[in-house]
């Protein structure tokens, strides 16, 4: 399970609500803010950086009619200035963080006094914006049943085109003390309609529901599409400008969110104040929500292997544990028999151990291996065996407890496990030359257990298979996640990925591994795969093709289809297979099953190759 920003419900709710933890620092003056011509306004307090001129002084009587009221999470209420000032880089609204739940209502117009800062949800070691906010509010409200101010068009030709300006080198890289340039980049732009009533016109959903109620949408649908409705993050630049998430001010108990899956349409106006949050940064909170149309999307289902075709499979199950109820064994094991045509051999990612997050020292998986491969049997599919070798407790990371581990499951009935001296947690395999050919001194064996680049991290598991005569190494991998990085939308740019270089190192390891069997015998058959948890392009790819030792498969399919994971509104690739230079011809799918759809089994799409060894 990609882990980039981990939350829970409760979390979100007391990481909204911790107002103190998530000030930036400023010179909390006791003076009075005020414009060299008059009252402080919105426009003075939002000012034309990100962040406030005023942040740490006390304001007074700031004029502005009420557009949002949120009564659950950071609860408060959003104003807007009527009377805009000519400035496009100063935003006219502004929120009010109360606390407790707010008296006013969309409509009354208010003067407020209180304090003016800049909240960083997450703290401000996530790297995220900041929120400019009235904390310690007096509230006097004027009149009710205002008119609001008409909301502000975000739309395709309104974003710009580039994603947001280069940082301030003498700022460590942070963007927060740069002018807004709002007809320039889009980061800017929405920084400059942040607090404001905005709204939509009919879009097209590039991420599902979650189980957070929010959606993402495009508002340029032309803009890096898939094939099947959503919008490809295909390189470090292509950051995709028209993405904007989707939450709802009604609380759920009232109005339920809408299930939406990729490519499905939100019709008609969604309107409501531009938030900025630590799950995903700019969001419309809808006080008036479209309407969800929708599409023709279905789970894929890939073509069966050939007689002579060996297919090899990798799928990410998430945390499964015998704990989780029968139907998500059943659901995950129908997706390996419908949808991935039961492959010859499927390794697989975050298997727990036998009472998952209990954290009490058990590190056997056997439990949830046979609940598995028996709900496998139950839907038609092959009586799989399988092989993995259980970590030391704690050492792996993923949840606390659950001890995951990669797994290869084998259908003894096409293909055969080569067992030699089986391994254990800190014992290293190594490469030999047997009878001409390159063979593991474990089989299944872990690779380099020792190595640094593996603490508190999943050490890659090898086996060795034979299917109709010939020999075939599997290398089955779940990488350091991305947990750290800090998000698109960070006040840092480019933003800082500091999960990076643990990859980096792994991927070397690996690629040096797989050198020692193409040395030994360079027409050997190497197949590396798993949630590699990061794209085809980037670094730890590059590393473990490092000298023509392997080719990342999914570059074989055109652009629009390679993806195995949606992530704010962005398909793009984590779960990879790679091929050795003897795997000539092959034909590979990325399986859509999960990432695009609000029910899921998984978060991960699995992926299959098949080839003639």
Do not use: C
Not at 172 to 180: E, K, R, T, V, W
Not at 297 to 324: C, M, R
């Amino acid at each position: 399970m990609r882990s980039s920003h981990p939350r829970s419900a409760a979390v979100a709710a007391l990481v909204a609500t911790a107002l103190a933890t998530g000030l930036l620092a400023g010179s909390a003056g006791a003076a009075e803010g005020s414009a060299a011509d008059g009252p402080v306004r919105v426009h003075d307090i939002q000012g034309t950086t990100r962040i406030s001129p005023l942040a740490g002084k006390q304001v007074t009587d700031v004029e502005g009619i009420v557009t949002g009221v949120r009564t659950y999470g950071s609860r408060g209420f959003w104003i807007q200035d009527p009377d805009a000032d000519d400035n496009e880089a100063t935003s006219e609204g502004v929120f009010v963080f109360t606390s407790s739940v707010p008296t006013v209502a969309v409509g009354d117009a208010v003067k407020v006094s209180g304090l003016v800062g800049e909240y960083v949800p997450g703290g401000t070691g996530s790297g995220n914006q900041s929120v400019t906010q009235i904390s310690k509010p007096v509230v006097t409200v004027v009149s009710a049943g205002n008119a609001l101010p008409e909301a502000t068009a975000i739309n395709e030709y309104s974003v710009p085109a580039e994603y947001a300006p280069a940082g301030d080198p003498a700022a460590a890289g942070s963007i927060n003390g740069l002018a807004l340039e709002p007809s320039r980049y889009a980061l800017d732009y929405y920084e400059s309609l942040e607090g404001m009533n905005v709204k939509i016109g009919t879009s097209r959903v590039v991420g599902a529901t979650d189980p957070y109620s929010e959606l993402w949408v495009t508002v340029k649908g032309w803009e890096n599409p898939t094939k099947r409705g959503g919008t490809l993050y295909g390189s470090y630049e292509s950051q995709n400008t028209g993405r904007l998430q989707i939450q709802q001010l009604a609380p759920i108990a009232q109005q339920p969110f809408p299930v939406a899956n990729v490519g499905d349409k939100l019709t008609g106006t969604t309107e409501g104040p531009l938030d900025f949050n630590q799950f995903g940064g700019y969001t419309l909170v809808a006080r008036t929500l479209g309407t969800v149309k929708a599409g023709t999307l279905a789970p894929e289902k890939t073509k069966a292997q050939a007689d002579h075709e060996l297919a090899v499979a990798t799928y990410n199950v998430e945390n499964l544990d015998p704990t989780d109820p029968q139907e998500k064994f059943d659901a995950l094991a129908k997706a390996v028999v419908e949808n991935l045509a039961s492959p010859d051999i499927l390794a697989l990612e975050e298997i727990q151990d036998d009472n998952g997050a209990k954290n009490d020292g058990t590190v056997s998986a056997e439990q949830t291996l046979t609940k598995f491969a028996a709900a496998i049997t139950a839907a038609g599919g092959p009586a799989y065996q399988w092989r993995t070798i259980n970590p030391e407790n704690k050492k792996d990371g993923g949840e606390p407890g659950g001890n995951i581990r990669q797994v290869f499951l084998f259908n003894p009935a096409r293909v055969s496990f080569t067992e030699r001296a089986p391994g254990d947690a800190v014992t290293a395999t190594g490469v030999v030359k047997e009878n001409g050919k390159a063979a593991l001194t474990h089989s299944p064996g872990r690779i380099d257990p020792a190595n640094p680049a593996w603490a508190d991290s999943r050490k890659p598991l090898a086996g060795e298979f034979v299917f109709r005569g010939k020999t075939v190494f599997v290398i089955a991998n779940h990488f350091g996640s991305k947990g750290g990085d800090e998000g698109l939308t960070s006040h840092h740019q480019p933003p800082v990925r500091s999960s990076e270089a643990k990859r980096l190192l792994q991927a070397q390891a690996v690629n040096g591994f797989v050198k020692q069997i193409l040395a030994e015998d360079k027409n050997a058959n190497v197949l590396v795969l798993g949630d590699i948890n990061d794209f085809e392009f980037s670094a730890t790819t590059d590393a473990l093709a490092d000298g023509g030792a392997l080719y990342p498969a999914i570059k074989s399919l055109p652009k629009s289809e390679r993806y195995s994971y949606v992530y704010q509104g962005n398909a793009q690739v984590l779960d990879q297979i790679l091929t050795s230079p003897a795997i000539k011809k092959f034909t590979y799918d990325s399986v859509h099953i999960n990432a695009e759809f609000a029910a899921q089994n998984s978060d991960h799409d699995p992926q299959v190759l098949r080839f003639k060894p």
